[in-house]
């Protein structure tokens, strides 16, 4: 008469390894790639074209040199460290937008919120300085 089976719990071994390791091995896999994703994206969430706009701009201020060119891109990185390109495209809003006289210029010169993302431009922009020049 054969053995009865008995219906293998959670942790039944298969090739050495219990049920719940597996599924935990899968778990932090999966963990790693979204989060090496993440954190690339994190460190270099500025568009290509932002990035060469602002390297160009530096340039153009600083002489067209490779020196320049080298100086730029690191300060442009920094910024990218420092500061996300959320608040990044804020301050430069509100930058442009400075610029504009009368009434609707001042309106965006006032509110605390537009200074404070200028501030925080510029406070990255004088640690990139610090850094690259």
Excluded: H
């Excluded at 008469?1 to 999966?30: E, Q, T």
């Excluded at 990185?77 to 609707?104: C, H, K, W």
């Amino acid at each position: 008469m054969r053995a009865k089976r008995r219906n293998p719990g959670p942790n039944y071994r298969r090739r050495g390894r219990p049920a719940g390791r597996r599924r935990w091995l899968a778990l932090f896999a999966a963990t790693l790639l979204l989060c090496g994703n993440a954190g690339a994206a994190g460190l270099n969430d500025y568009p290509t074209s932002v990035r060469a706009d602002y390297v160009f701009g530096c340039m153009k201020a600083n002489g067209d040199s490779r020196t320049a060119l080298d100086r730029c891109s690191c300060s442009i990185d920094v910024i990218a460290s420092l500061l996300p390109y959320d608040r990044y495209v804020e301050a430069e809003t509100v930058l442009s937008l400075n610029q504009v006289p009368g009434f609707f210029g001042a309106m965006f010169r006032s509110p605390p919120p537009a200074k404070a993302a200028v501030d925080a431009l510029r406070r990255a922009q004088a640690e990139a300085e610090v850094r690259c020049f």
